[in-house]
């Protein structure tokens, strides 16, 4: 199905191709549609959550390159919601003639956690202190230089803290290797950052050039996965200031153009430095569906297309609470009603089919007169909710 864009002249026919299934791509299609887009995904599964809300839902490995070339096909530009796709298959893409946003070369410097921090403090925007390793004497000796408990990374294909482990003395180190897949995996590691409140930026950059950033705001994580996001955070002027300004720097860095999520962690002196960047819409963004002019995912949308981006400013403050699974199940959602039954609460579900410990089914955004009395609704909605086993 393809609709006519009208903002062209003349009028033609737009398709977003977006590589990868899940709620970031179900909604950015929601913001691709109601613009007159039409949008296919390249998932993993069919029964992926953007399913129901795209033109045409192509299941296949997205580390194929066939695969991928046959998708690019009809695409006006070609878009991701994660950051797994191989840089190297993207340029393919590019050389081919397609349009890719971001672009291989930012993909290329931030899909690797160790060379986008590497790219960061190269260009003077403060990270927390890391080393490159390549062999158990290398872990050993970077370990001791950064004192315990520090944290061992995957350098690629990490998310909700999948690709982190703590680790709190020498005697763990072999346990948390073989937990994160082994060194050829490809780690690194972090020290320890005694951080007193993580915050993030969310910051779109258009094709044309235009930037538009977003309200600072808070995000707490429980085992290394967001929980909840008060926006914005309790912080001062000033830091709202220089955390939006670390955040486009970071984005400008990169050369990102789409929606990119900047996390920070504040320190006791009030110092920021960067955790890391994602190249795409973020989980600490959602709120701004409720409560910003224009959402993460319409930015997103109007920035690879070359459109005005639109207004950033919230009308309200605002929270997220994540709704996360607790057990292995079916996923079917229980306690809708009450949830729904509570004034200024809204649910968003993301139709998975099956839950398992931790995995993102939901989440619900609550306005309120602060942002903590947001939260205050938004956890109350989300207390109800659980997954079937
Ligand atoms: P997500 O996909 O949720 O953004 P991720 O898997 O990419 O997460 P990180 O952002 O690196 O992983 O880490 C997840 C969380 O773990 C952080 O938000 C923070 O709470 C904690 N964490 C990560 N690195 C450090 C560190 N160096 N010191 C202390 N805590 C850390
Ligand atoms: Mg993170």
Request: one cysteine or more; proline letters at 4%; glycine letters at 8%.
């Amino acid at each position: 199905m393809h609709r006519v864009f009208i903002n062209t002249d003349p009028p033609r026919y737009i398709t977003i191709s977006i590589l990868g299934g899940g709620q970031l791509a179900l909604m950015l299609a929601r913001a691709a549609s109601q613009l007159g887009i039409s949008v296919r995904v390249l998932a993993s599964s069919s029964v992926c959550p953007a399913k129901h809300a795209v033109a045409e839902c192509c299941v296949g490995d997205w580390a194929d390159p066939e695969t991928l070339r046959a998708f690019a096909q009809d695409a006006d530009v070609i878009t991701l919601e994660n950051e797994f796709v191989d840089a190297n298959l993207l340029a393919d893409l590019e050389q081919r003639g397609h349009t890719v946003l971001p672009s291989s070369k930012t993909m290329r410097l931030v899909q690797d956690k160790l060379v986008q921090k590497q790219t960061l403090s190269q260009a003077g925007i403060p990270v927390v202190e890391f080393q490159a390793i390549a062999s158990t004497q290398e872990l050993t000796d970077a370990a001791r230089a950064v004192g315990y408990p520090f944290v061992l990374k995957r350098r690629t294909l990490g998310y909700d803290g999948t690709g982190n482990c703590t680790v709190n003395a020498e005697a763990d180190l072999d346990a948390a290797v073989k937990k994160l897949g082994g060194l050829t995996s490809g780690l690194y590691v972090e020290k320890w950052c005694p951080f007193v409140m993580e915050l993030a930026v969310m910051v779109t950059r258009s094709s044309t050039g235009e930037t538009a950033i977003y309200p600072v705001v808070e995000s707490r994580q429980e085992n290394h996965v967001c929980s909840s996001v008060l926006a914005p955070a309790a912080i001062s002027s000033e830091l709202t200031k220089l955390a939006k300004q670390m955040a486009l720097r970071a984005v400008n860095e990169v050369d990102g153009v789409g929606t990119f999520g900047v996390e920070f962690f504040l320190l006791k002196d009030g110092t920021l430095v960067v955790n890391e960047m994602a190249p795409r819409v973020h989980n600490s963004g959602h709120y701004t569906l409720e409560a910003c002019d224009c959402s993460q995912f319409e930015n997103h949308i109007r920035a690879i297309l070359g459109l005005p981006l639109g207004n950033t400013e919230m009308r309200s403050p605002a929270a997220m609470v994540n709704l996360l699974a607790n057990t292995t199940g079916s996923g079917a959602p229980c306690g809708i009603g009450e949830a729904l039954a509570i004034p200024r609460a809204r649910v968003h579900l993301y139709g998975k089919l099956r839950a398992s410990p931790g995995r993102k089914m939901g989440h619900v955004t609550a306005l309120g007169d602060s942002a903590e009395e947001a939260l205050h609704t938004a956890t109350s909605a989300a207390h109800g909710i659980h997954f079937k086993e």
